[in-house]
Structure formats: C-alpha cells, structure tokens
C-alpha cells in the first residue's frame, strides 16, 4: 500500500540531534507537546499524528484490511522523506503504546534508520496477554464519543487522575478523542501479530524499554522480568514505581531524567 503523508508538529533545531515521536490509540500529536517544550532547546522534535488521529488522513478502506501495517509504513515515511531531506547527525525514535509498538516494528524490520529507541510501556504482547480487539474498539468508539461531547470536563477530570500532567497536553488528549477515525477503532489493531519477544529480539538499535508497576500498565514488572532473562544486548528495561501506562504523563521528571541518561550513554549530552 501506498504510505499515507500524514501531519507533523515540529519544533526546535537539530543542533544535538532529531527527535520522533509517537503517541497512543485515541490521542494526537496535540497530545506530546510536552516533549517539545523539554527537548527543542537542544533537538528538533516531530511529534507525528498517526494515520487516522490528529491532522492526518482517515484510513483508506484498503488500508483499513491490515491497519497496523498503514500505521507503521506511514511513519517509516515521515522519518525516511526529513532524513532523506536533511539528515540529523543522531536520530531518537519514542512512542507510547501503540506508538510504542509502532516504533518497534519500524526499527526491528529496518524500515527507517535511526540511532535509539525509546519504547514508554509499548502495546508489545505476548502469546497470553493479547486483547479482543473488536472489544477494545468498541469500548474505545464510546469512550471517545463521550469524551467528545464533554470535554471541558473530561479535560479536569484527567487532570486529577494525572495531577503532574499540563493542562496544554490535557487539552491535546481531549482534542484528539474528536479527531480519530471512528472507522479505525473499529477495525483496531495497535501492534503487530509478531509476539513481544520476537520484536525485541530482532532489534540492533540501543534500546530503552520504559514501564510502571500501576494496574493498567501492558509490561509492568512481570514483563520486564521476562525481557530481561532474554539477556538482549540492546535492549535495557527500566520500571519507575508509581508509573502508571502512560508513563511520561504520570511521572514526568523520571521518565525525561532516564530519557536524558540514555542518550547521555551514547555519547550525547541530551
């Protein structure tokens, strides 16, 4: 299929480097404007709305046969047509969950280069753990459509679930529960049917696994457990306690603090 141009947000200068980043199911690049404000003194940084979320374009019915596949062809794209452009000297690739899985797909396949990898609790999944994804979707359209027709409260209601997270990115996230593809939701499908261990045993890029040890977290510390006795040289897992799913959002400063370490130990001062 043809890979879908889909919109970026873009900020900074890539004095140190380029930074993508992906977001999860239902949300937007709105959504990540947080890791603009802390990296663009230093790095460009992408925020990308996913095909069908955002500003970018709703699935095609053909993309809509293997959605997951249009997810990651679409964002290889992004990275390959800016790189291609204009190549940043050191490349960081990050996404949460969905984005997360994305990301992992793309780098674990070699459909766009980049130097490390940032996974915040990816929607890798084993044999065991894997969803109903058309429970999932329709949970989601309704979560999404009641979000929508509340937002002012749903936009406070968040922020006292998540009382580090900004009230810029809060109204991002409600934003983007107006602007995903319905269509998408209902044919969902965050990850690859490749099984967690086979994703990460392929990546060759040094790569930072983040998680929490919170009730609705997809690793936690069963799945860190297990990725850690795989022994993979480029893969380093690290769990923050308290960390709920969404890991940036619930304990920010140790999750850009690990971030920062990680680049720092390849060589860049981030």
């Known amino acids: ?157 968040i922020l006292k679930g998540y009382p580090l997270w900004s009230r810029a990115e809060a109204t991002g996230w409600a934003q983007a529960k107006v602007q995903v593809d319905r269509n998408f939701l209902s044919n969902i499908a965050v990850s690859s049917a490749r099984t967690r261990n086979e994703i990460l045993e392929s990546l060759q890029t040094p790569t930072l696994l983040i998680t929490g040890d919170g009730d609705d977290v997809v690793i936690g510390p069963a799945g860190v457990a297990d990725i850690d006795k795989l022994g993979l040289e480029k893969v380093t897992t690290l769990l923050i306690p308290t960390a709920r799913h969404c890991v940036r959002r619930s304990t920010p400063e140790p999750f850009y603090a690990a971030i920062e370490s990680f680049i720092a130990q390849l060589g860049l001062k981030g």
Request: aromatic share 6%.
């Open 1 to 157: 299929m043809t890979p879908a141009k889909l919109a970026i947000n873009t900020s900074g200068t890539p004095t140190k480097g380029r930074i993508y980043a992906l977001h999860g199911v239902t949300d937007n690049a709105a959504a990540l404007c947080d890791v603009s404000e802390r990296w663009s003194g230093e790095f460009e940084v992408v925020c990308i709305d996913a095909l069908g979320h955002g500003c970018s374009p709703r699935f095609t019915p053909e993309q809509l046969e293997d959605p997951f596949e249009a997810l990651v062809q679409s964002a290889a794209a992004v990275i390959n047509r800016i790189e291609a452009d204009d190549p940043a000297s050191f490349v960081l690739l990050m996404g949460h969950s969905m984005g997360g899985a994305t990301s992992a797909d793309i780098v674990s396949r070699g459909l766009a280069h980049v130097d490390a990898l940032v996974l915040e609790d990816p929607a890798l999944f084993t044999a065991d753990n894997r969803r109903d994804s058309k429970t999932f979707g329709e949970h989601l359209v309704k979560w999404c459509n009641h979000v929508t027709d509340n937002l002012g409260h749903e936009v406070e209601q």
